[in-house]
């Protein structure tokens, strides 16, 4: 063999290859080529011994690599010939197809939404990146307000006098939708929302929140009880539930309380935060509050799955796990 011309050698060991039809042409191929006795290769790199260093040098790797890449060549087309010459059981099953779907998340989103469509809510988005303004100054807490530490938050960079953070409720898509619209309206707006927390089986530091709010003449908690009542019917859909509302404290509401869920038997709930809308919320969005009233809620879409499907702990929903994700 010329090692000056490694080039020819490989194209035409590489069109044997191609060309051969089974295993004994294949055979015949490697011989030639990569034979202990006479193989092309095998001879060229023995000539190799009685060269001198710089020709070694310049000699060895690329034999080496044609060595290779010949080996690789032949046992390419040795599994192609294989291949073809398998025996096809055409009465096997198939191979099954994975195919995705939506997270348990999105489906209970998709249903949440169906259910208050059905009761005349819209439905409303709002953005993730949120200004302090949205998620806190107008909804009564200004900066100096203990309140604040209800909520431990992801800030962003500042810019100029705006001061960005991640949301840490989805209650700032009130004050944006009261600000372009007039009562009365009804709306929902489901959506993620951070909390710089410790994680536990009942928190996560990225969930899901579902707001609601309803703005009209003589509203009352009496309504909300009703429409919450009406949802949780229709989500928990064959199961009896009981609902109860304990007294409780959020800037934006007045009176606030805490929502308790009971499925059949098992035991109450805390499903999220709700109350009537107070009158600083509504004065910041130019509403008069001797006019126009309403009721807000918050819950924890996490929590809503939880209990419908006996989910033991918050942080399966994020963790990625195929098991668990393919059961639903
Ligand atoms: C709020 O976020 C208020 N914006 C709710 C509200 C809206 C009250 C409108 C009044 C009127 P709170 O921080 O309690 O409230 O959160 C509400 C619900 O979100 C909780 O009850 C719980 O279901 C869920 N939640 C809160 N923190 C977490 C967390 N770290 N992981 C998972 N779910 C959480």
């Known amino acids: 063999m010329n090692i000056m011309e490694p080039e020819g050698i490989k194209k035409q060991a590489y069109d044997e290859i191609e060309t051969a039809l089974n295993s004994a042409d294949l055979e015949a191929v490697r011989l030639k080529y990569l034979g202990r006795k006479q193989g092309k290769i095998t001879l060229a790199l023995k000539e190799l011994a009685g060269m001198s260093v710089d020709e070694k040098r310049k000699n060895g790797p690329f034999l080496q ?45 998709d249903e949440i939404r169906r259910i208050f469509e059905g009761m005349n809510f819209s439905v409303i988005d709002g953005p993730e990146i949120e200004e302090e303004k949205y998620n806190f100054d107008s909804l009564n807490i200004p ?16 810019e100029g006098k705006k001061k960005y ?38 928190h996560e530091t990225n969930f899901h929140q579902l707001e609601g709010l309803m703005i009209g003449k003589d509203i009352s908690l009496a309504n909300f009880k009703f429409v919450i ?18 007294s409780s404290y959020f800037p934006f509401v007045e009176p606030g309380v805490e929502v308790d869920v009971k499925l059949d038997n098992a035991k109450w709930l805390e499903m999220g935060g709700a109350g009537m809308v107070h009158p600083n919320v509504l004065e910041a969005v130019k509403y008069d509050p001797r006019e126009w009233q309403g009721f807000a809620f918050g819950f924890g879409i996490e929590r809503l ?5 006996g989910v033991p702990d918050t942080r399966m929903f994020m963790s990625g796990d195929l098991k668990f994700i393919k059961k639903f």
């Not at 898509?173 to 009942?202: K, L």
């Not at 009542?229 to 304990?246: D, M, N, P, S, Y």
């Open 65 to 109: 690599q044609l060595k290779s890449d010949i080996e690789s060549a032949i046992s390419f087309r040795e599994k192609e010939i294989g291949e073809k010459g398998a025996v096809i059981d055409v009465t096997l099953p198939p191979k099954k197809i994975e195919v995705g779907h939506l997270g348990l998340i999105t489906q209970a989103e």
């Open 143 to 158: 900066a100096d307000h203990p309140a604040r530490e209800m909520w431990d938050t992801f800030w962003l960079k500042t």
């Open 165 to 202: 953070l991640l949301r840490t409720h989805t209650s700032p898509v009130q004050i944006r939708y009261m600000e372009r619209h007039e009562p009365p309206f009804q709306i929902i707006s489901p959506g993620r929302v951070f909390r710089y927390e410790a994680t536990d089986a009942t």
């Open 229 to 246: 009542e009406e949802f949780f019917r229709r989500f928990f859909a064959g199961k009896t539930v009981k609902v109860r509302f304990r």
């Open 305 to 309: 799955v939880m209990v419908k499907y």
